[in-house]
């Protein structure tokens, strides 16, 4: 199933500071850090922790947060299911990238380990 217009274009208008709060919830309520989350921010955009906090409070969409982000080369081995979508097959670029981030986010919740989370080749 493939995002609508509406659904890319709402994507891009969602804050970044609105959002990343409710990932600390999900993962801080299974036993996992924010630390651990920041860990894995940096690992797909190259944000270090400084860096996230400045798009917090600069307010920035996640149009603007992943246009100045540095992807991970190896985010394309992020794959599966996420909010109802199959994200190798979601086609706006955008909305790949903030899903990606939904099922890094989704996997440090359940448990994965970091090394498993932070793909390598």
């Known amino acids: 199933m493939e995002p609508t217009k509406e659904h890319h274009d709402k994507m891009a208008k969602m804050t970044f500071a609105k959002v990343y709060p409710l990932y600390v919830t999900k993962i801080q309520n299974k036993g ?37 982000a540095k992807l991970n080369e190896h985010a394309s081995l992020i ?7 199959r994200i190798e097959d979601i086609e706006n670029p955008l909305t790949r990238k903030v899903r990606y981030l939904d099922k890094l986010v989704d996997e440090l919740a359940k448990g994965k380990s970091l090394e498993k989370i932070l793909r390598s080749p």
């Open 32 to 68: 996992r850090t924010v630390e651990e989350l920041n860990q894995v921010i940096k690992w797909l955009t190259s944000f270090d922790e400084k860096k996230i906090k400045e798009m917090i409070k600069e307010n920035v969409t996640f149009e603007t947060f992943f246009a100045k």
């Open 79 to 85: 794959k599966g299911m996420i909010c109802g979508y």
